[in-house]
């Protein structure tokens, strides 16, 4: 799977490449870019994961305690909460989950991914929101109530 059809803040592959000047740091750029394409999958069924579990959290157990009902407030903090993680979560399976000996030019391509993964995460939140709201019985703020 290509990685800039899944996370469309990166740059192409040809110009990430490019902006490395020798052929053996090209090459050692290559081997990151194809270890963080092998990663995509997870990157993406973590970040369901997370906006999927935040957002019961915050629909089940979270709003069953007294004097949290109606505030946008505590969605929005969940909602935040889910981006935020997101995007720590992914930064680290990057930096730790990818073996290069690049000091320079890595930092940017893994921040990008982590920005969109997030920007995915806060979506993901935000429909199962929009879903549970609409479909689901609960005390929680109802906004996005059609």
């Given at each position: 799977m290509n990685l800039n059809n899944i996370f469309?803040?990166?740059?192409s592959k040809g110009k990430f490449l490019s902006s490395f000047n020798n052929e053996t740091i090209q090459s050692q750029a290559d081997s990151v870019?194809?270890?963080l394409d092998g990663l995509n999958t997870m990157l993406i069924v973590i970040m369901?994961?997370?906006?999927?579990?935040?957002?019961?959290?915050?629909?089940?157990?979270?709003n069953e305690k007294p004097g949290r009902h109606y505030k946008i407030s505590h969605w929005a903090f969940f909602f935040l909460g889910s981006i935020l993680f997101t995007f720590f979560v992914t930064l680290g399976i990057e930096y730790f989950g990818i073996k290069t000996h690049?000091?320079?030019?890595?930092?940017?391509?893994?921040?990008?991914?982590?920005?969109?993964?997030?920007?995915?995460?806060g979506i993901t939140f935000l429909i199962l929101s929009f879903l549970w709201c609409n479909f689901f019985p609960t005390n929680a703020y109802r906004f996005l109530k059609i």
């Open positions: 469309f803040f990166l740059p870019w194809r270890q369901v994961i997370i906006g999927i579990g935040l957002a019961f959290w915050y629909y089940l157990p979270y690049l000091k320079n030019g890595v930092d940017s391509l893994f921040l990008l991914t982590a920005l969109n993964n997030a920007l995915y995460g």
